[in-house]
């Protein structure tokens, strides 16, 4: 099976710092990549996909990026409202593994 | 407006069997492929199960396979998981979700979610 590593673990940045999270997969999964939001309890939210793509409604300040096993999620000037865990999930084939996530806070 | 509710959870001891449910509403049902994720309290995602849009398609994560079954029911708009020899691994909310896109073979982002329901495996 395909293995999501996502580094780091947990973050503590600043208002306005560029953040960036990085999933690794075990063998290549071309662009076959989601980034989700989970808040303090609330329910995982579909951020990014295809590795680049956000949904409507996302700010522009994520951005997703990579292909094949290197990926990149980027919040270009951290906000409040994103204190949350972030998961990366691949979907080519199954098992459709989630990373262990990265906790952003803010501090 | 999309809407997606499990229920089913509740305590259930080791060995035990359990059904949890999911009803949709506000899309085509029958369009779409569906997830069940869970969430071990604490914890992280894991990926559980998929099934396709026509239900041709399913498959599991190795920890469940053999165990676990998930159906679906085009006719009410619901989804099952059901649930056999349950370990206390087995804890987690379990979230169901939808697929982003129509049809498909199931492996799909997911774009929307339920607020889970709670599986407790204890003596």
């Known amino acids: 099976d395909i293995q999501m590593t996502q580094s780091p673990s947990s973050l503590s940045a600043s208002v306005g710092d560029r953040v960036t999270i990085t999933c690794r997969a075990s063998?290549?999964?071309?662009?076959?990549l989601a980034w989700y939001q989970q808040k303090p309890g609330k329910v995982p939210k579909l951020l990014i996909y295809a590795a680049s793509t956000f949904l409507s409604g996302v700010p522009s300040r994520f951005s997703g990026s990579g292909s094949g096993t290197n990926f990149t999620l980027t919040i270009s000037r951290l906000q409040p409202e994103d204190v949350a865990t972030y998961y990366c999930q691949k979907y080519n084939s199954v098992p459709l593994s989630f990373g262990g996530g990265t906790k952003v806070e803010i501090k | 407006e999309v809407h997606v509710v499990e229920s089913g959870g509740v305590v259930v001891k080791p060995g035990g069997s359990l059904r949890l449910s999911c009803a949709t509403s506000?899309?085509?049902?029958?369009?779409?492929?569906f997830h069940w994720v869970r969430q071990p309290p604490g914890k992280g995602l894991e990926w559980v199960s998929l099934?396709?849009?026509?239900?041709?398609?399913?498959d599991y994560a190795d920890s469940v396979r053999g165990r676990f079954t998930f159906s679906r029911d085009n006719s009410k708009n619901y989804l099952f998981l059901q649930m056999h020899s349950l370990r206390a691994e087995d804890t987690a909310l379990y979230y169901c979700?939808?697929?982003?896109?129509?049809?498909?073979?199931?492996?799909?982002?997911?774009?929307?979610w339920g607020q889970g329901t709670l599986v407790t495996v204890s003596s």
């Open positions: 506000g899309f085509t049902f029958a369009d779409y492929g």
């Open positions: 099934i396709s849009w026509d239900g041709a398609t399913t």
């Open positions: 979700a939808k697929n982003r896109v129509p049809y498909g073979d199931g492996r799909e982002e997911a774009e929307f």
């Open positions: 063998q290549g999964i071309r662009n076959f």
